[in-house]
């Protein structure tokens, strides 16, 4: 779930000013789709786009290094009983993107990344940017690593920590290759299971992280700014089966099968005694001549796939023992999360014993760039937010969870979404970080003349103006913590390795899993029988949520006026905060400094709280938020934000509902045209302004005295926005 698109790179170009009108085969639909103006994406001090004055980044020092507190929360050292929640950049830079800054555009990023609500940067594919046309193993591009250096320590001027991959690519940092950033290469197996690979990542670790960085002093690994390392990303041995299976080729790598023999050897000492266990073995299996064999099929479902499973625990729960206590003997006293993908019961028990769970998540996922790509183009929330849910059952309880990749990508219809759901979950999951992956999340402006520049696609968020609307909500939901976290922590008991089942893709029941629409889920090692109604016992069934949803309100636990009906797929938070209905397709979120909903349709009036919105010409997504901390009926700046869709120019598709891409098409970005009523309350005269892309106030579109009532369309004199700035007089 992420390394096939790790060379997939930001696309933009030149604005135009014209208004168009697109039609094509979409059921006789005509769209109304404006082109985007702006060039420069530098926000000025005090934009209202500029969030550094409420979400400041204090200095980096040692007081500031990070933490792992008593309830399991990442906090700074210097203040432990204040977790801290970590709005993430990710950096995922190939040279078709335009790799890493210069030391002049580094400064440049670094800050806007500050004034835009970050706080974190992963670095993500430094291996491949380092050894991109090196012909030597460990030969790194000299400039390369010093514009690395450079950007590492202008985030650390700006208050940014950093998280760390141990290695990205399959080919790490081997020389003479040129598809770094494709699925070949066999490293992430064989780290695992070769000594010779082992010692291959430790020596990166070693010349990379362990070198002094000259523009810090330091070297990285020491570095408090240094948070999290993932010692290889998505180094599951089942995953990586999975991504490199071709029709025709055995299910498993032939160096997995004499490590498996020597597992079962050890297990069960004899081949008469593997043959009672498991019931299937061939005539030329035997033990003693190391010639088990692996299963054929990767679905496939028996006693034998289950060793394989158990086997894989053994070996991932090793190697990330290795690799952690590798990276403690050079110094590094940060978080390691090893394993941050694939949420299955296997990849669960081979997390137990980490002290920190980071994971990988996607709506709607693709892989390629290549004409005929498709998605699903389906609503996150018609499956009640699965993609959030199979993670929040993944995370063990008491420790920090990292979201260290996901998104719901380009060109789906309904991304819009990801700004509402993941923030606003991952708050009430108590969730420490969530990264929406891409290649940067900003550019400083459109028309850079890269490959990956030149149009959006998939991840490229910071092209996506709906992508960048969402990271500004996320901004203020999940760092700036106006969703509240849940009260309720509900168990999902486990007792190890009796809870393997006959297949490797076995995860939590859908339906379990919802129970993380209402409060926080996780799992919990089960040391004895637990009779507790609100733990979910083993083994599991599909009506463990409604008993559980029956007991919290028996409790207390949910209140009498909760609106949850899972028959009817409603489902609301214990804190009243965040609304789905499924049916629907909408979301809403209500806090004191921020309301918002995300609609697929809204012909009629929604009432949240204090903002009632109705009447929309499309789908999409709507937010309030006071930016001055005041409650919103109290607040005399509010931010609005209204995101709709977004395309390339003649961007064309092979199929009547905009599934299966043809052409990507080219620059300027179109933003879909739209409307909708408003309405809130306040005292004052106000003004409602759009704001550009940019962050700069354009000219009022109206104004009046007290109650706010209008309607908005993000269309201006100055061309297509998704903000817009109230602001009240005393």
């Not at 760390?164 to 690519?169: E, I, N, T």
């Not at 080919?171 to 010779?196: H, N, P, Y």
């Not at 390392?229 to 599951?236: C, L, M, S, V, W």
């Not at 499973?309 to 110094?331: H, I, K, P, Y």
């Amino acid at each position: 779930m992420g390394q096939g698109h790790r060379i997939l790179g930001l696309v933009c170009g030149l604005a135009v000013i014209a208004l168009l009108v697109l039609s094509g085969a979409r059921e006789g639909r005509t769209d109304q789709w404006s082109s985007v103006r702006e060039r420069s994406m530098e926000v000025e001090d005090g934009s209202p786009l500029d969030f550094s004055g409420f979400l400041a980044n204090p200095p980096l020092g040692e007081e500031a290094r990070i933490v792992i507190n008593g309830q399991g929360r990442l906090a700074r050292a210097a203040a432990p009983d204040q977790p801290m929640r970590f709005l993430c950049a990710s950096l995922a830079w190939s040279p078709d993107s335009g790799g890493f800054p210069d030391h002049e555009e580094a400064e440049r990023y670094a800050r806007q990344l500050k004034l835009h609500g970050y706080n974190i940067a992963r670095f993500h594919f430094v291996d491949a940017a380092l050894m991109f046309g090196r012909k030597q193993d460990l030969d790194f591009n000299p400039e390369i690593l010093d514009r690395f250096h450079y950007l590492m320590a202008a985030l650390k001027r700006n208050g940014i920590y950093w998280i760390m991959d141990g290695l990205s690519s399959s080919r790490g940092a081997l020389g003479g290759f040129d598809d770094r950033w494709s699925l070949t290469g066999e490293l992430k197996l064989e780290v695992q299971l070769d000594e010779k690979a082992f010692q291959h990542w430790l020596t990166f670790q070693q010349k990379l992280l362990a070198a002094v960085n000259p523009y810090t002093g330091t070297a990285p690994i020491s570095d408090p700014a240094l948070v999290l390392i993932i010692p290889f990303n998505e180094n599951g041995i089942e995953f990586d089966s999975i991504v490199h299976r071709q029709d025709g080729q055995p299910a498993y790598a032939e160096m997995l099968r004499v490590p498996f023999n020597h597992w079962l050897k050890q297990r069960y000492g004899s081949t008469a005694a593997l043959a009672k266990a498991w019931g299937d073995l061939q005539s030329q299996e035997t033990l003693e001549a190391t010639t088990i064999a692996l299963p054929i099929s990767g679905r496939e479902r028996s006693p034998r796939m289950r060793d394989l499973q158990a086997f894989f625990v053994t070996v991932e729960t090793a190697s990330a023992g290795r690799m952690t206590a590798a990276l403690r003997n050079l110094g590094f006293r940060g978080v390691i999360a090893p394993y941050n993908n694939w949420p299955t019961l296997q990849t669960s028990l081979s997390r137990q014993n980490q002290q920190a769970v980071a994971m990988n998540t996607y709506h709607d996922w693709i892989g390629t760039y290549a004409p005929g790509g498709s998605i699903q183009q389906t609503s996150s929330l018609a499956d009640a937010a699965l993609y959030i849910r199979v993670i929040a059952a993944t995370r063990w309880q008491g420790r920090p969870f990292i979201v260290s990749e996901y998104d719901q990508l380009f060109w789906n219809r309904y991304r819009y979404e990801a700004g509402l759901v993941m923030p606003a979950y991952a708050a009430l999951q108590g969730w420490d970080l969530i990264c929406r992956h891409g290649h940067g999340p900003i550019i400083l402006s459109y028309g850079e003349n890269f490959p990956h520049k030149r149009q959006m696609l998939p991840y490229a968020i910071a092209l996506d103006p709906v992508a960048r609307a969402g990271e500004t909500l996320a901004a203020l939901l999940f760092r700036r913590g106006d969703v509240q976290q849940s009260h309720l922590s509900i168990p999902l008991m486990m007792r190890g390795e009796d809870d393997l089942t006959l297949s490797p893709l076995d995860r939590e029941p859908e339906g379990l899993t919802t129970l993380a629409l209402l409060g926080a889920i996780g799992l919990e090692r089960q040391k004895a029988p637990s009779p507790a109604d609100q733990a979910v016992q083993v083994p599991r069934r599909e009506s463990d949520a409604d008993r559980i949803a029956t007991a919290l309100r028996q409790s207390g636990g949910l209140n009498a006026l909760n609106q949850t009906d899972m028959n009817r797929g409603i489902y609301q938070s214990d804190t009243g905060q965040i609304r789905l209905d499924q049916n629907a397709l909408r979301l809403s979120v209500i806090t004191p400094r921020t309301e918002a909903l995300a609609f697929a349709e809204l012909s009629g009036t929604s009432s949240l709280d204090k903002v009632t919105i109705g009447d929309a010409t499309g789908p999409g997504l709507f937010a309030v938020s006071a930016l001055d901390g005041l409650p919103i009926d109290a607040s005399r700046k509010l931010l609005v934000i209204f995101a709709t869709d977004a395309r390339n120019t003649a961007m064309k598709f092979s199929d009547p509902n905009d599934r299966v891409i043809a052409d990507y098409g080219r620059l300027p970005v179109l933003m879909r045209v739209a409307s909708i009523d408003f309405s809130l309350p306040g005292h004052g005269r106000w003004r409602l302004a759009p704001i550009g892309l940019d962050g700069k106030i354009k000219s009022v579109i109206a104004s009046g005295e007290g109650n706010l009532a209008t309607r908005l369309t993000n269309l201006g004199p100055d061309g297509p926005t998704t903000y817009f700035v109230i602001e009240r007089e005393p």
